[in-house]
């Protein structure tokens, strides 16, 4: 069964830092793609960033210039800089793990990202 575990969250002041991770195990096939969604309201989830196997990556055009997603192997991270009170949610991960003819997408548990005075 796959899991995914997260860590990093946290609080910080307007303009500071955070690297979220995420590491997913129990499957021998590739997660393809993996990232991160955010979510601040009930049934409102945002993607945020994803990362291909390759490296080839996406971003949401309020987090571009500021986020960075990357890779290695079954973890990813999420290295946000100049963080704004509107970047703060629930940040969660995902992994579609890739089944060749279908992918099956799995959840880390969420960690809080709050930014304020």
């Known amino acids: 069964q796959v899991r995914l575990v997260e860590s990093g969250g946290g609080l910080v002041q307007p303009g500071g830092a955070l690297k979220l991770s995420c590491t997913a195990s129990g499957s021998i096939f590739d997660f393809n793609p993996m990232g991160w969604y955010r979510q601040v309201r009930e049934n409102q989830r945002e993607l945020v960033a994803a990362?291909?196997?390759?490296?080839t990556t996406n971003y949401t055009d309020s987090v571009k210039s500021r986020f960075t997603i990357s890779r290695d192997k079954n973890t990813v991270y999420l290295q946000m800089n100049t963080l704004k009170p509107d970047d703060t949610a629930v940040y969660y991960c995902f992994a579609d793990e890739d089944l060749v003819l279908t992918t099956v997408r799995s959840w880390g548990q969420g960690t809080q990202v709050t930014v304020s005075t």
């Open positions: 990362i291909s196997l390759g490296g």
